[in-house]
């Protein structure tokens, strides 16, 4: 009789992997504190604010194939400390310039460091969603994904809360946070133990590349996860013109900003944190759709709030019911993946994740700069409804699906 597995938090290397998702995550949520408080008071401008995350996201559309094939090449520790270790050295060059020592804040220089954290982005998120399941037993693989998702939460509760009281001090301070953030990471994720399994050497071919991108089309639920969360998040999601309600809407300042960047991921948490324990059994369609539409519901009432309370609460349930669509998307990609694939799939996965955050800041930017911040927000939530509507039509099989 087999011996019963030790709980993933007795588990060594699954901590060290957690605790350095969490130093990578707080990293970037420090720096889009900074970066998104300090564009807007250099500009003023909504649509400056949205090409910061086009910025982002353009280097990882351009890097998805071979970020993908490295991924399923080489140690992905090394993948991802490598990238966290770049993102570092971009803190430290915006402290630099943030402090005066030979460089002047600019929209250019935010424009430059933007593109090098989408660069290496690129990189890091594959290897790290791939590398998960090389380092925990398959049946405890549902678990660890639930919780690694309680990792990103974590950090981005705390994190954004931290980083809008450092900026009130200064902009360097929360540069000096995000590089202490990337080097933790760092330590911890070379620190990681022997892995279950190397990555196969595949050939970095255009072929070999695009295998991740065949697998995705001929896997129609896993097809209608990402895309339903990509264009759901792409049109609802708020979180570039959070300074604008900070400052413009809700009059809460840097610190309240902080908060409202940090309300998403407490309600993310608490649903990562429920699902790790009381796992869907059935209906796992019925409640993604569900948790879509309720997204779009609480992004219309963040749109119309002129309280800040409200406002929290809002967003504290718009991250609970998109958590759940993470969850069940990141099972449906990891457990059905082959670990030859992983790299690659995950990095398709990313950009979509990418396309959704990053895309999703521009298209926020450049709608509030047509219709203001709230207008865009409200067209936002109500596209996010027409999206859930349409997708129950294009993809029946994932909302009959009944287990991940």
Excluded at 6 to 30: D, E, H, K, M
Excluded at 174 to 193: H, K, Q, R
Excluded at 273 to 298: D, E, I, K, N, S
Excluded at 363 to 385: P, Q, R
């Amino acid at each position: 009789m087999q011996a019963p597995l030790p709980p993933l938090w007795r588990q060594r290397a699954f901590v060290a992997f957690w605790c350095g998702r969490v130093s990578l995550t707080a990293g970037y949520q420090i720096v889009s504190v900074a970066i998104g408080w300090q564009m807007y008071a250099l500009s003023g401008s909504a649509f400056d604010l949205g090409l910061v995350g086009l910025l982002q996201f353009l280097p990882r559309l351009a890097l998805v194939l071979p970020a993908g094939a490295l991924a399923d090449r080489v140690d992905r520790r090394a993948i991802a400390a490598t990238s966290m270790a770049l993102q570092a050295a971009v803190a430290l060059l915006l402290l630099a310039a943030s402090a005066h020592w030979g460089l002047q804040p600019s929209r250019a220089l935010i424009f430059a460091a933007s593109a090098a954290i989408g660069a290496c982005r690129a990189f890091d998120m594959p290897a790290l969603q791939a590398l998960l399941p090389q380092l925990v037993a398959p049946p405890q693989q549902g678990q660890a994904i639930a919780l690694s998702s309680s990792s990103v939460q974590t950090a981005t509760i705390v994190a954004p809360a931290l980083a809008g009281f450092a900026y009130a001090l200064g902009a360097g301070w929360t540069y000096a946070l995000n590089a202490a953030a990337d080097v933790v990471g760092v330590v911890l994720l070379l620190g990681l133990g022997t892995l279950a399994a190397a990555p196969r050497r595949v050939p970095m071919t255009l072929a070999s590349m695009l295998d991740g991108v065949r697998y995705i089309r001929a896997e129609r639920d896993v097809l209608g996860a990402i895309s339903l969360d990509l264009f759901a998040v792409l049109l609802g999601g708020a979180t570039a013109l959070l300074p604008i309600y900070a400052r413009d809407v809700l009059h809460a300042g840097p610190e309240g900003l902080g908060l409202l960047r940090a309300a998403p991921a407490a309600g993310a948490l608490l649903t990562a944190a429920w699902l790790a324990h009381h796992p869907l059994r059935r209906g796992a369609g019925r409640v993604m759709f569900g948790a879509v539409a309720l997204f779009g519901v609480a992004t219309l009432v963040f749109a119309f709030s002129r309280e800040l309370a409200l406002s929290l609460c809002a967003l504290l349930v718009l991250g609970a019911a998109d958590n759940v669509s993470v969850v069940i998307r990141g099972t449906l990609v990891q457990l059905h993946t082959p670990d030859a694939l992983r790299g690659r799939v995950n990095a398709v996965n990313s950009l979509f994740v990418g396309a959704s955050n990053q895309l999703g800041e521009f298209e926020s930017g450049f709608t509030a700069a047509l219709f203001g911040a709230v207008g865009a927000t409200a067209l936002g939530g109500l596209g996010t409804l027409l999206v859930v509507v349409l997708w129950m039509r294009w993809f029946p099989e994932l909302l009959r699906r009944e287990t991940i």
